[in-house]
């Protein structure tokens, strides 16, 4: 067991559980991202994403009974729209899905984004029994495709070719 904010305690395999203990997964590998030599993306851009995911997990802790501090809030996820859009102007079109790796930064990067759509799976499969804000949910929503984009944008950055999948046994680079 486990105490939520709000002071109820609640199983460890209970979604709510798994859905902010998710999320702070991803603030640890968002953590690992911000040492990583790049230059897609400022540090204060990764460390801002860290606090809204910390007010993310703050507000995914507290019991629906409780209030979390007004402070906590979540912003419309406007900053990663627009780190999206500056990022694929460096890229080229994608034309194909692309297998995950190439050297250690996009690796990385590929897998925060999966650990950042299995937070949002969690945060859905929560919001079935308990309400979720809506505006969490949006913005690790958002936050999973700006990881898919620093992941091209880093490989694209150090001249590692984007691998094509293709059904079957083969790949092709692109």
Request: neutral net charge; contains cysteine; aromatic residues 6%.
């Amino acid at each position: 067991m486990t105490s939520i904010i709000g002071g109820k305690r609640l199983p460890k395999h209970h979604p709510r559980i798994e859905a902010y203990g998710t999320v702070d997964e991803l603030i640890g590998w968002i953590g690992l991202l911000r040492g990583m030599d790049q230059n897609c993306v400022s540090k204060e851009n990764l460390v801002e994403i860290q606090s809204v995911l910390m007010n993310c997990c703050a507000i995914v802790a507290t019991d629906p009974s409780a209030k979390y501090p007004e402070a906590v809030k979540i912003d419309d996820p406007v900053a990663l729209e627009s780190a999206i859009d500056e990022m694929e102007k460096k890229l080229p079109p994608l034309t194909s899905f692309i297998l995950p790796g190439g050297n250690q930064n996009t690796a990385f990067c590929n897998i925060a984004r999966c650990v950042c759509r299995r937070a949002e799976r969690s945060l859905l499969k929560l919001n079935e029994t308990e309400n979720v804000p809506p505006e969490v949910i949006k913005y690790i929503n958002r936050l999973s495709d700006y990881l898919f984009i620093l992941t091209r944008c880093v490989a694209n950055e150090s001249d590692n070719e984007e691998v094509k999948w293709k059904s079957g046994k083969s790949a092709k680079k692109i």
